[in-house]
C-alpha cells in the first residue's frame, strides 16, 4: 500500500483524486505536500477477478485456500486531501507566485551582476568584505528569528506526546474539512449505499464499537461519527477531520475479517484524531518558505538559466526525500500504533492487523510488481509495516486485557497465515512436479538397437 502525494496537489483541481487506480510504481510526483489524504487503492484491474483463497483458523490441517480474497493494495494513504482551509488554502494558492518571484528575483540580481563594469564588481567585493560581520550579523538574525518561529509554534501530539510544528489554526481545518465533504458527496452522490445495505450495517456496526470503546478520548467523543458507505470498487478508505467516515466496497471485499476491518478504521480515525493533516501542511508551509530563499540564491549564482533549472530540481528532490517522505512515513507509524491501541479496546483480535500487511505483501508477490526501496515511498514497506506491528502487538495486547476483553480464543492467525502460506507452496511444488512426470512420460521414447 503505496502513497501517491499527488492526493493532495491541488484542491481546486477536483480531478486530481486519490480515489483513482494508481499506476505499478511507487515513485509520484510530489509537487505538493500541503494536504495530504490517507486512503486505499487497488492497482487491480477492475475487469478480472482477484484470485481468491480460504484461511482455516481452526487446528486442522488447512484446507487449499480458494475464498480467501487476495487483493492488490496499492495505496494506504492517511487522512484527507484539503486539510487547509481559508489561510492555508490562501498559501497554497499563491505558492507558485511565490516560486516565481523568487525566479525572477534571482534571475534579476544574476543580470544585474553580469552587466556591472569590473571595477564596480571589484569595489562591491571590497564593500562586502569590509561589511563581512554586518552581513553575516543580518543572516544569522534572520536564521534566529526561523529557529524561534519554529520553537514557538510547537505543541503535543495528543495521545503520544510528540514534539511537532502547527502554524495553522485548527479552526481553519474544520471550516474546509465541511468544504470538501461536500465535494465529495457531490462526487459520489449517485454511489452512497443506503443505510439498510448489509455492507452499511458492517461498517456502522465497527465503527460504532471503535468510537464507544474509545469514548475516553475527548477528540473521539466529541466528533459525530457519520459512515458513507461508496459503491465503488477501489479499495479506499478515509476519515474527514469532521468525522465524515468514507468507506468503499471494494476495501469491504478485500479484508479477511472484521478483525482487520476494525484495525483499518483505527488506522484512519487515528490519522483524525491526531490531526495529522495539519501538522503536514504546517510542516511543508515552513519548508517551502525557507526554500525560497534557497531558490532565489540558485538563480543568482548559477550562471546559465539550464543550470538553474538543474539546481531548482535537485533542491526539491532533496526537500522530497530528506524531509516530506520520512516524515509521512513517521506519520503512518504513529497512525499504526495509534489505530492498534483504538482496536485493543474495542477488545478486536489486534493480532490481524500484522496478517493484513503480510497479505498485503504476498499480494505483491503475486502481481510481480517489482519491490522498490522504502526510501522512495511516502509509506513503509509492507514487511516493515507487519514487523513494526508485531513489536507493537504485545503491548497492545496488555492494553486490551486491561479492558477486561475475553480472552483470545483459537490460533495466532499469524501462525495460521504462515502455515497457510506454506501449505500453499508445497501443493504448488507438488502440482509442478506432477506436471512435470506427465510431460516426461508423454515425450516419445527412442528405439535403441
Not at 30 to 48: P, V, Y
Request: some cysteine; overall charge positive; charged content about 20%.
Amino acid at each position: 500500500l503505496t502513497g501517491s502525494p499527488d492526493c493532495y496537489k491541488n484542491f481546486i483541481s477536483k480531478g486530481q483524486r486519490c480515489l483513482l487506480s494508481t499506476s505499478k510504481t511507487e515513485v509520484y510526483k510530489n509537487a505538493h505536500h500541503s494536504l495530504g489524504r490517507f486512503c486505499f487503492h487497488s492497482s487491480w484491474t477492475q475487469q478480472k477477478k482477484p484470485p481468491s483463497f480460504q484461511i482455516s483458523y481452526a487446528g486442522q490441517h488447512p484446507q487449499p485456500l480458494y475464498a480467501w480474497n487476495i487483493q492488490i493494495f496499492r495505496c494506504f494513504h492517511t487522512s484527507p486531501l484539503f486539510q487547509a482551509a481559508p489561510v492555508p488554502l490562501f498559501w497554497i494558492i499563491i505558492k507558485p507566485a511565490q516560486k516565481l518571484l523568487a525566479i525572477i528575483l534571482g534571475r534579476s540580481i544574476r543580470n544585474w551582476w553580469k552587466a556591472l563594469p569590473p571595477n564596480k564588481r571589484e569595489l562591491f567585493k571590497q564593500s562586502a568584505r569590509k561589511n563581512k560581520w554586518k552581513i553575516l550579523l543580518g543572516v544569522s538574525s534572520l536564521g534566529v528569528l526561523f529557529v524561534i518561529f519554529y520553537f514557538t509554534h510547537l505543541e503535543e501530539t495528543p495521545m503520544t506526546g510528540r514534539p511537532r510544528l502547527l502554524v495553522f489554526g485548527k479552526e481553519h481545518f474544520r471550516e474546509l474539512s465541511q468544504m470538501e465533504y461536500d465535494m465529495w458527496m457531490e462526487e459520489f452522490q449517485s454511489k452512497i449505499l443506503p443505510e439498510t445495505d448489509a455492507r452499511y450495517q458492517v461498517v456502522e456496526t465497527v465503527l460504532g464499537h471503535l468510537a464507544e470503546s474509545n469514548k475516553d478520548i475527548p477528540r473521539i467523543s466529541a466528533l459525530q461519527w457519520v459512515i458513507h458507505v461508496v459503491d465503488e470498487p477501489d479499495i479506499n478508505a478515509f476519515v474527514l477531520p469532521n468525522g465524515q467516515v468514507f468507506v468503499f466496497t471494494g476495501l469491504l471485499d478485500a479484508v479477511s475479517d472484521v478483525h482487520q476491518l476494525s484495525f483499518i478504521l483505527g488506522h484512519e480515525i487515528a490519522h483524525a484524531v491526531l490531526e495529522h493533516a495539519a501538522e503536514k501542511a504546517s510542516l511543508v508551509h515552513f519548508l517551502d518558505f525557507l526554500s525560497l530563499i534557497f531558490l532565489t540564491l540558485i538563480w543568482a549564482i548559477c550562471p546559465r538559466d539550464s543550470l538553474a533549472v538543474v539546481g531548482q530540481w535537485i533542491q526539491s528532490k532533496l526537500k522530497e526525500f530528506v524531509f516530506a517522505r520520512p516524515y509521512s512515513r513517521l506519520l503512518e507509524a504513529e497512525a499504526d500504533k495509534v489505530g492498534l491501541e483504538l482496536a485493543a479496546k474495542a477488545c478486536v483480535d489486534i493480532r490481524a492487523s500484522s496478517v493484513f500487511w503480510q497479505q498485503m505483501e504476498l499480494a505483491r508477490n503475486i502481481q510481480g510488481d517489482p519491490k522498490l526501496p522504502e526510501w522512495l515511498s511516502t509509506h513503509p514497506s509492507h514487511e516493515n509495516r507487519a514487523e513494526h506491528l508485531d513489536r507493537l502487538i504485545p503491548e497492545a495486547l496488555k492494553i486490551r486485557e486491561s479492558c477486561n476483553c475475553p480472552s483470545l480464543s483459537g490460533p495466532d492467525p499469524r501462525l495460521v497465515f504462515k502455515r497457510n502460506i506454506q501449505y500453499l507452496l508445497e501443493l504448488s511444488k507438488d502440482q509442478e512436479t506432477s506436471h512435470a512426470t506427465k510431460q516426461e512420460l508423454s515425450k516419445p521414447k527412442p528405439d535403441f538397437p
